[in-house]
């Protein structure tokens, strides 16, 4: 479970900063096209900011388990 966690915290921290990466600058910083799909017309920047930060958290939830695991 700590290795899907680690994925997924991954793929949604990157996915959030490539998605806002494009929307501030207009490049090809499309890292993860398909998370494009997740947010409705007009709110592109507030889902990839949500994105990121729900990365952030279960990045925080596999640290604290490898944590627990090891005490």
């Known amino acids: 479970m700590k290795s899907v966690l680690g994925f997924l915290s991954f793929v949604l921290i990157a996915g959030g900063i490539s ?22 017309d007009g709110y592109a920047i507030y889902t990839n900011i949500v994105l990121t930060a729900l990365g952030v958290g279960l990045a925080a939830a596999n640290a604290s388990l490898k944590r627990g695991r090891s005490s």
């Open 19 to 40: 998605g806002l990466l494009h929307e501030w600058f207009g490049t090809g910083f499309r890292l993860f096209g398909f998370l494009r799909f997740l947010s409705p």
